[in-house]
Nanobody, 119 residues
């Protein structure tokens, strides 16, 4: 089992910044992917950014150049620095942990943190 605890959401005006944090605890495999997803009302959950344990990152086109994902491996923590926020970034942001061991997939989600951007 892996537990994910997110923090850092809130309300901000367009153009502002927020930083989200997600701490993972439990049975953490050394090879994993930690990522941020978001879900806006009436929309499907979408990938925002991902960071593999090997150091590779991936961003949604809509946030590239504005958001930065980073990790502190020793603390099992992943961050999402969000700059130049837009109203369309308003959503619940979820932390995700994903790892594979052979045919087994370990996929866990945080409880979500609300980000609201006003125009």
């Amino acid at each position: 089992q892996v537990q994910l605890v997110e923090s850092g959401g809130g309300s901000v005006q367009a153009g502002g910044s927020l930083k989200l944090s997600c701490v993972a605890s439990g049975s953490i495999f050394s090879r994993n992917v930690m990522a941020w997803y978001r879900q806006a009302p009436g929309k499907q959950r979408e990938l925002v950014a991902a960071f593999t344990s090997g150091g590779n990152t991936n961003y949604a086109a809509s946030v590239k150049g504005r958001f930065t994902i980073s990790r502190e491996h020793a603390k099992n923590t992943v961050y999402l620095q969000m700059n130049s926020l837009k109203p369309e970034d308003t959503a619940v942001y979820y932390c995700n942990y994903n790892a594979h061991r052979g045919a087994l997939i370990y996929d866990y989600w945080g409880q979500g943190t609300q980000v609201t951007v006003s125009s």
